[in-house]
């Protein structure tokens, strides 16, 4: 097993540029999560997902959009660059036997310039 | 929504000391509340959790104790090692999936 991986690991964006941070996960986890972690700011909710086809918003979704099209993938898009979206982001998923003991890819770093 | 609220956010310590690391958390409907150590570079890693039914959960030199009535939940390392040092978070179950996260405690054990 892969785990969860992340791609791609480094990205330095122009302000107004567009991306997608791709996750995909081989455990066959309904739950899926994008968190960001800023410096002394711990992490922060973006989007999760509880299976394919259901999305949801998290504390902090502005400037953001996912989707779920299947068990394993769960991008996230990036409209619009801004340099406040500097940021590591992180992949997560989880199972229903255990919902809340996530299990983390090793993160996506983003500039935003 | 929930807020969790972690100290200190560094501890240097000596190999072999122990160290603790508390958290607070808003919401009395929280019932699971997970420790994460990130190390460098790397995605945090769940290391133990205690759920709101049990006062105390050890696991080899880790442990992890809850006050309900205080709302107040606490990570005991003991004789610490180098491997230590990282970035621990703590977290409290806040929707049906979803963890709100503490803002880290950076551990540093000095050999």
């Known amino acids: 097993n892969a785990g969860v991986t992340q791609t791609p690991k480094f990205r330095i964006l122009k302000i107004g540029q567009s991306m997608t941070l791709q996750c995909t996960q081989d455990?066959?986890?309904?739950?899926m999560y994008w968190y960001r972690q800023d410096p002394g700011m711990g992490l922060k909710l973006i989007y999760y997902?509880?299976?394919?086809?259901?999305?949801d918003k998290g504390e902090v979704p502005n400037g953001y959009n996912v989707s779920r099209s299947t068990t394993e993938d769960f991008p996230l898009r990036l409209e619009l660059a801004a340099p406040s979206q500097t940021s590591v982001y992180f992949c997560a998923s989880s199972y229903e036997g255990q919902r809340y003991g996530y299990t983390f890819g090793s993160g996506t770093r983003l500039t935003v310039v | 929504g929930e807020n969790v609220e972690q100290h200190p956010s560094t501890l240097s310590v000596q190999e072999g000391d122990s160290a603790v690391i508390k958290c607070t958390y808003s919401?009395?409907?929280?019932?699971?509340f997970p420790w994460y150590k990130q190390e460098l570079g790397k995605g945090p890693q769940l290391i133990i959790d205690?759920?709101?039914?049990?006062g105390e959960k050890k696991d080899q030199r880790i442990a992890v104790t809850l006050n309900k009535t205080a709302k107040h939940f606490s990570l005991h390392i003991t004789e610490t090692q180098p491997e230590d040092s990282a970035v621990y978070f703590c977290?409290?179950?806040?929707?049906?999936?979803?963890?709100?996260f503490g803002k880290g405690t950076m551990l540093l054990v000095s050999p």
């Open positions: 455990m066959n986890h309904n739950y």
């Open positions: 997902s509880v299976g394919a086809g259901i999305t």
């Open positions: 205690i759920r709101s039914n049990v």
């Open positions: 919401d009395s409907a929280s019932n699971y």
């Open positions: 977290a409290a179950n806040s929707g049906y999936s979803t963890l709100t």
